[in-house]
T-cell receptor, first 113, second 114 residues
């Protein structure tokens, strides 16, 4: 049963610390998405990769967030330095072709104190 | 601005009844729509999709209807079960700029009463 995996599932950190979230897309999928979900904003697209190349990261605060795909089996989202307003659930999703149907991971619940 | 929105934030139905969840979209260039189900503590799960060249598509117990004239999308769930309780999101694919990413609506919570 192929699925997207994310680590860690939960992360509590203090303001100013670096946070790294990891995602393993479904094998064979060539598109990867990072979303942030909060009660106030709902699901927001942060970044989008196709064939490991970033296609769109306009939804991501550039000064503190960065997203990369070191290889086809790993996507990372880093926040440095983290702030309390970054507290949210971060989802990774993967898909094929144009990234139309996206399969979501279980999410990383981040709390920045 | 372009957006995807939902008419009803919470829908409560009796077990066994049919449920209808509605969604409005504003971008006439959108050509692909998806319904996702999100249970508490989990990621959104794909339910069903539909392209703009169709007006109806059926799955197992679910049907999606698309009315492009009024830019309206609905998800019908037949014989609703307690396991259907979740938040349902509609999402659209917007292609004007070549960007192939989904824009999600705010979600509707479905509560199934036993």
């Amino acid at each position: 049963d192929a699925r997207v995996t994310q680590t860690p599932r939960d992360k509590v950190t203090e303001m100013g610390q670096e946070v790294t979230m990891r995602c393993q897309p479904i094998l064979g999928h060539n598109t990867v998405f990072w979303y942030r979900q909060t009660m106030m904003q709902g699901l927001e697209l942060l970044a989008y990769f196709r064939n490991r190349a970033p296609l769109d990261d306009s939804g991501m605060p550039k000064d503190r967030f960065s997203a990369e795909m070191p290889d086809a089996t790993l996507a990372t989202l880093k926040i440095q330095p983290s702030e309390p307003r970054d507290s949210a659930v971060y989802f990774c999703a993967s898909g094929t072709g144009g990234g139309e149907t996206q399969y979501f991971g279980p999410g990383t619940r981040l709390l920045v104190l | 601005g372009e957006s995807v929105g939902l008419h009803l934030p919470t829908l409560s139905v009796q077990e066994g009844d049919n449920s209808i969840i509605n969604c409005a979209y504003s971008n006439s260039a959108s050509d692909y729509f998806i319904w996702y189900k999100q249970e508490s503590g989990k990621g959104p799960q794909f339910i069903i999709d539909i392209r703009s060249n169709m007006d109806k598509r059926q799955g197992q117990r679910v049907t999606v209807l698309l009315n492009k004239t009024v830019k309206h999308l609905s998800l019908q769930i037949a014989a609703t079960q307690p396991g259907d309780s979740a938040v349902y999101f509609c999402a659209e694919n917007i292609r004007p700029t070549g960007r192939r990413a989904l824009t999600f609506g705010s979600g509707t919570r479905l509560q199934v009463q036993p």
